[in-house]
């Protein structure tokens, strides 16, 4: 592997080796990505950044208006773990994103800063009551039915200690 030829020759295997295993973790990379903009796509694979975890779902919008962001958690450690989500519909070729985040106390919709109090309408745990009952966590993003039967992606970011 001594002349140009095959050096470039070896670069173009390894960014398509690179390129499968991207889209062997259900990461698209279309064929006109370039090289340098494969550490995005790196980035999109669940690992998300240092210290949180990405999970994504996607699905058919049903028509109660709301999906679940976290399973298996009680009140406290989805107050310390829950971290953002967010949601997207896709209306024919539009895509409409819409974000939650909750740091450290902070309340935020992709229409601003909300209060708890507006958070606490939005999110809601699946058993009502004893805050130390390990549950599901439900996000109502669409409470009058607009998207209802549309495909969907959800991706949650998690904090772990």
Do not use: C
């Not at 962001?69 to 994103?97: C, L, S, W």
Request: proline share 5%; charged share 20%; aromatic share 14%.
């Amino acid at each position: 592997m001594g002349t140009v030829a095959e050096k470039f020759a070896y670069l173009q295997g390894t960014k398509e080796a690179i390129k499968q295993a991207i889209n062997a973790k259900n990461v698209s990379v279309p064929d006109d990505t370039t090289f340098r903009e494969y550490a995005n796509k790196i980035f999109e694979i669940g690992g998300g950044f240092d210290g949180y975890t990405r999970t994504r779902t996607s699905g058919t919008m049903p028509s109660d208006g709301e999906v679940a962001i976290m399973h298996n958690a009680n009140q406290q450690d989805f107050d310390d773990k829950f971290t953002v989500a967010v949601f997207t519909v896709t209306e024919g070729t539009y895509k409409r994103p819409m974000v939650l985040v909750s740091p450290y106390g902070q309340y935020v919709t992709s229409s601003g800063t909300i209060s708890s109090a507006a958070f606490d309408s939005l999110v809601r745990g699946s058993i009502p009551g004893d805050p130390t009952v390990f549950q599901s966590w439900y996000w109502s993003v669409d409470p009058y039915g607009t998207f209802a039967g549309k495909p969907y992606t959800l991706d949650v970011y998690v904090y772990h200690r």
